[in-house]
């Protein structure tokens, strides 16, 4: 059980373009969903967190304005990269959680834009 | 907000040997502290977690130590094994679902056979 996905795994985009990114929790219900960035060799770091039916909670220094989140249900909160760049390349990673206190990792999508 | 330290960030150590990894935190009221094993571009996986209302937590080879009072938690690995090679993080949130989780640094631990 517990199992949250995403998708895509990879893309490749250009510079300018949006990206959407998409993660979805399987067989339970995410009262809260969160969203993470991982550049290469360092740690992951919360970008914001989304409740179902609300707007998303942004950390210190993540612009909301390009990285728009969307938890439209229970099951379902996307993230979407706007007018990316290549400082925008990198792992973004989702957790849900059901209202405990363990968060349930996606696999996580490697964004690089050229 | 928390900040979250983790020591060492390479610990190399013999197979068998025990590894133990350090973590402080800043903010008093985190109340959960998990710890994640990550392989190269993969998600982070859920090792071990403890609350704050226990002081030690085991399972198996892996155990995780929690003093609240000196805000500080260490993962300890018992007869290391090659397969335990990857990059450690530490974490802190307040719990209870609602708090995002803020990471240490990585501890990359590399088994010697």
């Known amino acids: 059980g517990a199992v949250v996905s995403q998708h895509p795994s990879r893309v490749i985009c250009k510079s300018g373009t949006s990206v959407k990114i998409e993660c979805r929790s399987l067989d339970f219900q995410a009262t809260t969903m969160f969203w993470y960035r991982q550049f290469p060799k360092k740690s992951l770091m919360l970008m914001a967190t989304s409740n179902e039916g609300s707007k998303a909670t942004y950390e210190q220094g993540v612009e909301k304005d390009k990285f728009l989140i969307n938890h439209a249900s229970l099951t379902l909160s996307t993230l979407t990269v706007t007018s990316a760049h290549p400082e925008d390349s990198s792992f973004y990673i989702c957790s849900a959680t059901s209202g405990r206190y363990e968060q349930y990792f996606g696999p996580g999508t490697r964004l690089t834009v050229t | ?113």
């Open chain 2, 1 to 113: 907000g928390e900040n979250v330290e983790q020591h060492p960030s390479t610990l190399s150590v013999q197979e068998g040997d025990s590894a133990v990894i350090k973590c402080t935190y800043s903010d008093s009221a985190s109340n959960y502290f998990p710890w994640y094993k990550q392989e190269l571009g993969k998600r982070p996986q859920l090792i071990i977690d403890i609350r704050s209302n226990v002081g030690e937590k085991k399972d198996q080879r892996i155990a995780v130590t929690l003093n609240k009072t000196a805000k500080h938690f260490s993962l300890h690995i018992t007869e290391t094994q090659p397969e335990d090679s990857a990059v450690y993080f530490c974490a802190a949130s307040g719990g209870g679902g609602a708090d995002g989780l803020t990471f240490g640094k990585g501890t990359h631990l590399i088994i010697q056979p």
